[in-house]
């Protein structure tokens, strides 16, 4: 009964509302009789009103708000069915009720915890964000080797087919605007914008010289009349920029009227002083950036015009941008122009540079010991030349040691310091060791400042938001059929992750060691250096987010010379281990016209890395068999201990007192001056660098 009370209740407020929207026809076949005739063309328009409303949603693709409205009135629906009766003492009935409803907000909390809960029910993103994450920590965790291959490729920073093809950046138009000058307001370069106003001074003197060497008998009003040309020759010298009100320039440039009226005009009326008062005037707020503080838009405005109007106007002349005259974009835009690069610069570079340089390298990465192997090779090679330089280079941070080959800068280490820099046959072994002294890993052993970094990067990344990660098709992938993956993995890298990820591993590290200090109490007490730092540090980190590093990034990037991203392709396996990684950067700006891309491919498998050309050179270098390198610490203590000798014996000499030599340099050729008289000081004015050459010929006897 309750439920047909309810279902008569809903319709008599139907009843009572639909006169509101309801045609007059409707009206009067619903309640019998017509009492709001005169609603009807207002209701009709509403009507249709709302048929075109309705009609320019759908066809603006909004076609989800009646499928809302319509699972909106089933859930209703629904909902009601479950709905409960209280009026009704059946307790089959509430039961069944009862049942229902709770099914009902079951399923509403499951839908709504798979909406949310990525953990559980996590989507594209999240599933391959947690493939990645897995096969980092198992390839860390793991002995394994890399094989890597790096090629470069430029291209112009805009496309050709681009709307903004033809458009500077708004740095290099805020720079060239600022810069710019209108033709002939200098006549040689801006570094010196004066000349001409100095030749027009000594024009204007003797111009005046000339005009008054006979007869200086004129009018008071004829000099001031005089006075007053002078006067605008050096404004226009000055770009017509007063520096001071008509008084000041008045009395500025004014001249003394007694030197017209005297009876022997010459040059000396103009005096230094009169030149003074014109640097003054010159070089008064003329600097580069002196004119900063009274830029407005309307003047940068104008200033744009000019300049686009004078690119314009060269471009008709069949002028090239780069040969524009000094005076309108002036020195800086002239460097601006040298750094951007034409597309016929581009593409010479390609094929003259680019496609013939690789960079290889081979890598043997052991996660216990906390080595790492490489060998690193600048591969030139064309028809007509080919040039390779390989550097071996391995970090052992349990030992604190670097071993490198120095023979890539042997050639820089004996231009600088000839004298100690050993020849390849005094080398007992190819490899140099070089240790941090004991006074640096007593504070901070460098194992473990490496397992903190590591576990920064690696908590970094895991913190990096789902949507930067992606699963990529890899049917049409030909790398990924050639190292055997099943699944690609892409992580985009730009300036605001980047900044994020190295705000984070900051943060981690200095947790990291936090920790480590607050385990060992006894080797780092209050007052040490380190805890002090780390204590600053932290108090540092509370003070941005690691998203604000991203955002400076995007501002370097934004206002600087300079677009940086990296985009990263990691290939996995059916059992999430990582079988290669392709990454790709782009760097380039603007101001450089250019976009360079460095694509780098790396291989994990044992097959790439058996029969590379440089493994054989790792293997000599680092292998169990190899010579054992020299130590560098050992050889840079023995040239200081050498220098100090040397240093030692320089002031040994100084303080000899040899009888000898001194009567030698006490004659009296010494004793008088070259004029034969005598010399006060006697002996003590001897020249000490020649008793000092006389010491140094007697002591090499």
Known sequence: MSSHHINNRNRQRYSETAPTYLSDTDHKNYNGKNNNGHLYPTSKLTSIALLVGSASLILAGCQSTPASSFSNLSLNSSASSTMMDFSVADAAQSQRQGQAFTASQNAQAARYEHLFDQEKYPNTENQAKTHLLAAIRQHLATEHVAVATANYRSAPFIDPDSIDAGSSSLLRTIIETYVYQPEGAYSESDDEPYNDDYNDYDDAKNSIESD??????????????????????????????????????????????????SDDYSSDNYSSDDYDNYDEYSSGGEGMLSGMSGLSPKSMAAKYEAMQMAKQQAKTETVNRGSLPMSSTGMIGNILDMFHRTP???????????????????????????????????????????????????????????????????PIVALVNPENTPLPSQMTSHTVSFGLPESITAQLPPAVLYDAVLNAIQSSMAELAPEHFSAVDISGDAFAKEVGATRTVKVYFGSQQSGEIIGKTLKYVTKSLQEYVDA??????????????????????????????????????????????????????????????????????????????????????????????????????????????????????????????????????YDYQDSGVEGAYSSDEYSNDEYGNDNDNGAGSIDESRVDDAQDDMNEK
């Open 212 to 261: 008054y060497s006979s007869d200086y008998d004129q009018s008071r009003a004829e000099a001031e009349a005089e006075r007053r040309a002078i006067a605008a020759i050096l404004a226009e010298a000055g770009e017509n920029e007063p520096t001071g009100s008509d008084s000041n320039s008045d009395n500025e440039y004014a001249y003394d009227t007694a030197d017209y009226d």
């Open 344 to 410: 016929e610069q581009i593409a010479a570079s390609n094929a003259y540079q680019y496609e013939h340089l690789t960079f290889n390298s081979v890598s043997q990465y052991r996660p216990k010991q906390r080595q790492l192997q490489s060998v690193y090779s600048y591969d030139y090679a064309t028809p007509t030349i080919s040039s390779s330089i390989q550097i071996p280079l391995a970090f052992d941070f349990n030992n604190s040691s670097v071993v490198v080959d120095p023979s890539a800068i042997m």
């Open 520 to 653: 060992n109490p006894d080797k780092y007490p209050d007052g040490a250096a380190l805890k002090t730092a780390l204590a600053k540090a932290q108090l540092y980190n509370k003070g941005y987010q690691s998203a604000d590093v991203g955002s400076l990034l995007q501002l370097i990037e934004a206002i600087g010379p300079i677009s940086f991203n990296q985009i990263n392709y990691y290939y996995l396996d059916s059992s999430d281990r990582l079988l290669a990684k392709q990454q790709r950067v782009n760097i380039g700006g603007d101001l450089m016209g250019s976009t360079t891309t460095m694509l780098n491919q790396v291989r994990y498998d044992k097959a790439s890395f058996n029969r590379h050309a440089l493994t054989p050179l790792l293997t000599e270098s680092f292998g169990s068999d190899a010579t054992p390198p020299i130590d560098g610490n050992a050889w840079i203590a023995k040239q200081h201990d050498k220098k100090d000798r040397l240093q030692t014996a320089r002031y040994a000499r």
